[in-house]
Nanobody, 114 residues
């Protein structure tokens, strides 16, 4: 079955960095568009960043120039490098694999606080 397993979340001070990883299995990873979404308490889940099978990327305006999405098809893994973190980045971050149907990971908590 399809599994997306996120890791790398945690507690970080404002201005700090984290790198999230999402390891995929059960899919032909290289042909899937991959994305990172986040959901803060009381808010809707929102797209943070996405990368196509060809490597094109797009970002939410709120994270442009701070976050970078990348993928390693040899490792079936997508990454989200998050720099200059702000308290408003606090959320559960979810990995998404999209082709005809979406698949989701279980989420990893990111908390930005002093």
């Amino acid at each position: 079955q399809v599994q997306l397993v996120e890791s790398g979340g945690g507690l970080v001070q404002p201005g700090g960095s984290l790198r999230l990883s999402c390891a995929a299995s059960g899919i032909i990873f290289s042909i899937y568009a991959m994305g990172w979404y986040r959901q803060a308490p009381g808010k809707q889940r929102e797209l943070v960043a996405a990368i196509t099978s060809g490597g094109s990327t797009n970002y939410a305006d709120s994270v442009k120039d701070r976050f970078t999405i990348s993928r390693d098809n040899a490792k079936n893994t997508v990454y989200l490098q998050m720099n200059s973190l702000k308290p408003e980045d606090t959320a559960v971050y979810y990995c998404n694999a999209q082709r005809k149907l979406p698949f989701w990971g279980q989420g990893t908590q990111v908390t930005v606080s002093s």
